[in-house]
Each structure stands twice: as structure tokens, then as C-alpha cells.
């Protein structure tokens, strides 16, 4: 069957308001993946946008540590195939620092834990991988503590890693292709939940999300930086965000900067 999933625009270069709207539209189109055939197109465009030759999507149970414990789906974009099968027979999930790393802790530099590698095993697995040309990359991970759920996007290369507006972008989409992910593996739903800003920190979201810096927000709203960057933290954190741009992302797509202006 013909997939429908819309693909009007690019990715956006920045975070721009306009970059926040198209970056929403990504996310839009993330919420109508219902089958792997979707999710790998999807997977696949979203490659075509970014400056990797390979890439490889894990969704897995983590343990109490917040580690891979048991990989529940792949789905392979564009590592080789041989790789992969290789990989999975020779349990390699076992000795992979990057995936025993912790997760949910912000974008994974593969050359940051290679070179810790101690174990035989680990410097086999490092060495092999070498050998295909892809010894060097970054990981992305998207963590519900509630499912003990991970979701991890591994591509190789080190360009991404150097532009801080796009891993902020990966992020925030991996949160919601990991929702896809469970989705494309048959897996239950997290319940719902609900987190709701204040007045205060509606008005902040507001100006947050057109751009504004604390200095810029305590200014307008005639209170202190500090004030706007306590407010700012329980936004990120009610949010479930990773991050400030993050939260917006969120924000944005939960409508509240149109609840902010009819209150």
C-alpha cells in the first residue's frame, strides 16, 4: 500500500519561529506512522536531510541503570545489512559502549566511549566496525522511564554532532519516533499524563517561543533573570523536555501558546 505521509518541507536549518513551525510538521507526520513500512519511509527522508551516510533506529527495554537491556526492534536504514545480521548473531549489544552507555542523557559520541574501550570483545566489536569505514558517529537516545522504553538512532560520521540547532532537533523528534516506534512493535501505550504551567509560566512559554532570552523575558515581564529561569526549568521539566528548545517543540505542538493568549 502507497504511504501518504506528507513531506512538504525540508528540515529546517534553524529554530527560527518559522524553523519551529516546519519542525512541528515533522512531529505531525511522526504522530501518522502506523506501520514499519511508514516508519522506515520516514526514516529514510529524514536521512536524505542530514549529512550521514548510514543509519539505524533500536527501540529496547533498559534496566534499572537506564541501559539497553533488551532490544525489542531494528530497523535498519541504511548500515549494511551484512552488518547488522553480523551484529545481531554475534550479540554485540553486549559489549557496545554505546548502547551500555546510560541513556537519556543527550546525544552519545561513539569516539568518546570507543576509545574506553577496555575488554577484548569491546575492541573487536570497535575494530570491526572501523574496518566498514564507520568507526566514528553519534547516537541519539529518547528514554520513557515509565515503559523503561529507549528509542536510539545511531548514524555514523561526526558532522551532525557539530551543529548544536540540529541535535536539538534530532532529540526532540526522537522523542515522538520512539512513540511511533513502540507503535510499529505492537507495544501498549504509556497512560497519559498531564502537566500543566502556570499563569507565570504560560506568559514565559509565550516569549520563549518567539525567540526571547531570560534577560529578554525578565524584562518584559518586569521580573528578575532569575525568577525567568526558575520558571524556565519547571517548564522544561513539566514539559518532560530534554532541553529549553526542546520544551518549546513541545509546547508548540500542545497549543499552549494559543491557551497563553485566551487566558
Same mark, same amino acid.
Given at each position: 500500500? *502507497?504511504?501518504?505521509?506528507?513531506?512538504?518541507?525540508?528540515?529546517?536549518?534553524?529554530?527560527?519561529?518559522?524553523?519551529?513551525?516546519t519542525l512541528l510538521d515533522w512531529i505531525h507526520t511522526v504522530g501518522q506512522?502506523?506501520?514499519?513500512?511508514?516508519?522506515?519511509?520516514?526514516?529514510? *527522508?529524514l536521512q536524505s536531510q542530514l549529512p550521514t551516510k548510514h543509519m539505524v533506529v533500536t527501540?529496547?527495554?533498559?534496566?534499572?541503570?537506564?541501559?539497553?537491556?533488551?532490544?525489542?526492534?531494528?530497523? =535498519?536504514?541504511?548500515?549494511?545489512?551484512e552488518w547488522v545480521e553480523h551484529y545481531m548473531s554475534h550479540n554485540y549489544i553486549s559489549c557496545d559502549p554505546v548502547l551500555r552507555s546510560v541513556m537519556g542523557?543527550?546525544?552519545?559520541h561513539w569516539a568518546d566511549k570507543f576509545s574506553r574501550a577496555k $575488554?577484548?570483545?569491546?575492541?573487536?566489536?570497535?575494530?570491526?566496525?572501523?574496518?566498514?569505514?564507520? $568507526?566514528?558517529?553519534?547516537?541519539?537516545?529518547?528514554?520513557?522511564?515509565?515503559?523503561?522504553?529507549?528509542?536510539?538512532?545511531s548514524v555514523s560520521g561526526t558532522e551532525i554532532g557539530k551543529d548544536s540547532q540540529l541535535t536539538d532537533m534530532l532529540s526532540s523528534l526522537l522523542l515522538h519516533l520512539r512513540q511511533a516506534a513502540g507503535r510499529v512493535a505492537n507495544l501498549p501505550p504509556a497512560a497519559p499524563s498531564t502537566m500543566p504551567l502556570s499563569q507565570r509560566e504560560f506568559d514565559i512559554f509565550?516569549?520563549?517561543?518567539?525567540?526571547? @532570552?531570560n534577560w529578554e523575558i525578565a524584562t518584559i515581564l518586569g521580573i528578575s533573570e532569575r @525568577?525567568?529561569?526558575?520558571?524556565?526549568? =519547571?517548564?522544561?521539566?513539566?514539559? =518532560?523536555?530534554?532541553?529549553?528548545? *526542546?520544551?518549546?517543540?513541545?509546547?508548540?505542538?500542545?497549543?499552549?501558546?494559543?491557551v497563553a493568549g485566551t487566558m
Open positions: 500500500m *502507497h504511504s501518504k505521509l506528507p513531506f512538504a518541507q525540508p528540515l529546517p536549518i534553524n529554530l527560527t519561529p518559522s524553523g519551529q513551525k506512522i502506523e506501520t514499519e513500512s511508514e516508519f522506515k519511509l520516514y526514516l529514510d *527522508h527501540l529496547g527495554r533498559v534496566n534499572q541503570h537506564q541501559q539497553l537491556q533488551r532490544v525489542e526492534k531494528v530497523v =535498519n536504514v541504511s548500515f549494511p545489512q542523557q543527550g546525544p552519545i $575488554g577484548q570483545q569491546e575492541k573487536q566489536f570497535i575494530q570491526e566496525l572501523s574496518s566498514i569505514g564507520m $568507526g566514528n558517529g553519534i547516537s541519539f537516545s529518547a528514554l520513557s522511564e515509565r515503559q523503561n522504553l529507549v528509542c536510539v538512532m509565550h516569549w520563549m517561543s518567539h525567540g526571547k @532570552t @525568577t525567568v529561569k526558575f520558571h524556565v526549568a =519547571n517548564i522544561i521539566r513539566k514539559l =518532560n523536555a530534554n532541553n529549553r528548545t *526542546h520544551a518549546i517543540v513541545i509546547g508548540l505542538q500542545l497549543g499552549l501558546t494559543t
